[in-house]
């Protein structure tokens, strides 16, 4: 059994519940510890420990009690919500992520992973095909606090050698957890009022289109880069990784071909604002070469497994 013991900040987000399942069948269940400031959906035999990011001392005293040597830092605010409140999507997005970084050094640990986003990407940006290397200008302050989050990273890398490992996420879809504050999330909610037989009101314009990626893809792409060989990695700041791009349209389009009466009506909001700044496609050529990345899922893959086990949950949820 591994003797790796892994702290998961924001461990009852989307994907940090997620994960946390998936790393407890690698590492163990008692050498995986979820960590998050709400508890709600934390299953009672899993090893848990409330945490306020920005309370400092108790993240130390946590990391030394359990003698913690990785950390997976899923705590943020989103985008969407983050624009509601600035100042402290700052707070708790970067300065929370310093003092992961402080403790990273003072404690040695091994590794570390820093989720980031799309949403680093702004206006500057080419829209299609992005590489690696490209402009950031980040409209919301969720981007910014995550692509300065990015220089730390490289910085703490390049200065004591912290071996920090990132993904730029795409909109993340998954039926085990739901999303909350996020720009993509309408593809989640698509999937959900679908197979309750709802009309779908998307908040979205119809031919909005973003980079997306399935939870399966998602995870096993989070878990394959923090295997990878250190000498491979060439990238400090944080990988791009695409699997597919679609609009409301297309995704209602798919959801059609196993669902045929599904109906959507499109109401954009000021979430649309953020997703126009946003890029439509990805070029992940360097996690492709450096780590293996290939991804599984296509979009109607991806229909066909939301849509069998949502209608599973609710089946066993009514
Ligand atoms: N899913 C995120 C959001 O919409 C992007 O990383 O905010």
């Known amino acids: 059994m591994s003797k790796d013991k ?9 994907l940090g519940r997620v994960l946390a399942s998936e790393l407890r069948i690698l590492h163990g269940k008692d050498n995986v510890l979820s960590t998050d400031i709400s508890s709600v959906d934390i299953l009672d035999n899993e090893p848990y420990e409330f945490l306020d990011i920005m309370n400092v001392t108790r993240l130390h005293e946590i990391v030394e009690k359990h003698e913690i040597t990785q950390v997976y830092h899923m705590a943020a605010i989103l985008s969407a919500s983050g624009e509601f409140n600035p100042m402290k999507t700052w707070k708790v997005n970067l300065d929370g992520y310093l003092t992961i970084l402080e403790l ?17 990407f702004g206006t500057t940006t080419p829209r299609e095909n992005t590489s690696q290397h490209v402009p950031l200008m980040p409209s919301t302050v969720y981007g910014i606090s995550k692509s300065s989050g990015e220089l730390w990273s490289n910085y703490y890398y390049d200065r004591y050698g912290t071996d920090i490992r990132s993904i730029r996420y795409p909109g993340i879809i998954g039926y085990q957890s739901l999303p909350s504050g996020g720009t993509t999330d309408y593809a989640v909610e698509i999937y959900h009022a679908a ?9 979205l314009a119809e031919e909005t289109r ?34 597919m791009s679609f609009t409301p349209s297309e995704i209602a389009e798919s959801i059609r071909k196993i669902i045929p009466d599904f109906k959507i009506s499109y109401e954009p ?41 949502l209608r599973m949950q609710y089946s066993v949820g009514s």
């Open 104 to 120: 990273a050094e003072k404690f040695q640990l091994d590794k570390l992973f820093f989720p980031s986003t799309i949403a680093v």
């Open 195 to 203: 197979v309750k037989s709802e009309e779908y009101v998307c908040f």
């Open 269 to 309: 909001d000021h979430r649309q604002d953020i997703a126009a700044s946003w890029i439509e496609s990805i070029d992940d050529g360097m996690a492709r070469r450096d780590w293996n990345w290939k991804e599984e899922y296509d979009l109607d893959a991806m229909s066909v497994d939301m849509i069998k086990n």
């Open 6 to 14: 892994i702290l998961i900040t924001g461990a009852n987000g989307q």
């Open 210 to 243: 973003l980079p997306m990626m399935y939870m399966p893809d998602a995870i096993r792409a989070t878990i394959q880069l923090m295997q990878a060989d250190k000498n491979n990695l060439n990238i400090r700041t944080s990988y791009n990784l695409s699997a």
